[in-house]
T-cell receptor, first 114, second 109 residues
Framework: KAGVTQTPRYLIKTRGQQVTLSCSPISGHRSVSWYQQTPGQGLQFLFE???????NKGNFPGRFSGRQFSNSRSEMNVSTLELGDSALYLC?????????????FGPGTRLTVT | DAKTTQPTSMDCAEGRAANLPCNHSTISGNEYVYWYRQIHSQGPQYIIHGLKNNETNEMASLIITEDRKSSTLILPHATLRDTAVYYC??????????FGTGTRLKVLA
């Protein structure tokens, strides 16, 4: 099976702009999660979607939003970008089966805000 | 979800077994333990997970103590490519991982 893919891999934006990142999960996986990784805060959970519904959300401002489509692909959006939003954004997918919840991560999108 | 505690860093000689400990003293009965590693800011790579019993796969072995308050990830024959940050995570139905700072493993030639 193909792994989790994320596009674009690298992105440079200016403060105040908005950005949309895309994630395609492993075929058959219905759960998609997003994480932000920065040198100062490490890996932090943003949100998780399953069958187009957000089931859990991390402690991030409302500028961070996401959605999931019927084919399980997911997008996350960050509006009014700030310098501190520069980070590696990771997407992970899972096919949780009423028990273990191992997630498989994509390569990430590296966002730089100038 | 239970919090995990790991040593900040460890060294291991190439070819020797690397034993990475993790403390999760507040774990509850239905919480799984997962291990991931991250190399050079790539996406974290799944290694192994377990609930109560010890587990082994082609990458590693996971030893969970009987009281489940701690676990050890064992890489049986460490290679230079195993140099990475290793994360121990506990999750219980919240559909999210809480990553700690992990253990930075350095495999020495």
């Amino acid at each position: 099976k193909a792994g989790v893919t994320q596009t674009p891999r690298y992105l440079i934006k200016t403060r105040g702009q908005q950005v949309t990142l895309s994630c395609s999960p492993i075929s058959g996986h219905r759960s998609v999660s997003w994480y932000q990784q920065t040198p100062g805060q490490g890996l932090q959970f943003l949100f998780e979607y399953f069958s187009e519904t957000q089931r859990n959300k991390g402690n991030f401002p409302g500028r961070f939003s996401g959605r999931q489509f019927s084919n399980s692909r997911s997008e996350m959006n960050v509006s009014t970008l700030e310098l501190g939003d520069s980070a590696l954004y990771l997407c992970a997918s899972s096919d949780r089966d009423n028990g273990a919840y191992e997630q498989y991560f994509g390569p990430g999108t590296r966002l730089t805000v100038t | 979800d239970a919090k995990t505690t790991q040593p900040t860093s460890m060294d291991c000689a190439e070819g020797r077994a690397a034993n990475l400990p993790c403390n999760h003293s507040t774990i509850s009965g239905n919480e799984y333990v997962y291990w991931y590693r991250q190399i050079h800011s790539q996406g974290p790579q799944y290694i192994i997970h377990g609930l109560k019993n010890n587990e082994t796969n082609e990458m590693a072995s996971l030893i969970i103590t009987e009281d489940r308050k701690s676990s050890t990830l064992i890489l049986p024959h460490a290679t230079l490519r195993d140099t990475a940050v290793y994360y121990c995570i506990v999750e219980s139905g919240t559909y999210k991982y809480i990553f700690g700072t992990g253990t930075r493993l350095k495999v020495l030639a």
